[in-house]
């Protein structure tokens, strides 16, 4: 099983990889700072740290869409 994933991911990842690598390079557009700190990221601070930080932009995400569909009514709301 784990040499199937491999076997999966690691095309994956060099095609994603190679594309990001060449576009990055080669283009200037906005953004290209922030996209290219999230790219090193990993190899600056630990997996964990990484994977912990994601999830809390994701629940704080969630919670910010939850307050708003709150407010706007799309959520029923009987305190």
């Known amino acids: 099983m784990t040499l199937l994933l491999s076997a999966v991911a690691v095309p ?3 095609v994603f990889g190679v594309t990001c690598a060449i576009l990055i390079a080669r283009n200037e ?3 290209k ?4 700190s999230m790219l090193d990221l990993p190899f600056s601070i630990s997996p964990v740290v ?3 930080l994601a ?3 994701i ?3 969630l919670f910010c869409v939850a307050i708003v569909s709150l407010l706007v009514g799309l959520i029923p ?3």
């Open 12 to 14: 994956i990842n060099t």
């Open 50 to 52: 990484t994977g912990q």
């Open 77 to 79: 709301f009987s305190p």
């Open 29 to 31: 557009f906005p953004g």
């Open 55 to 57: 999830h809390c932009c």
């Open 59 to 61: 629940q704080t995400l």
């Open 33 to 36: 700072l922030i996209l290219t």
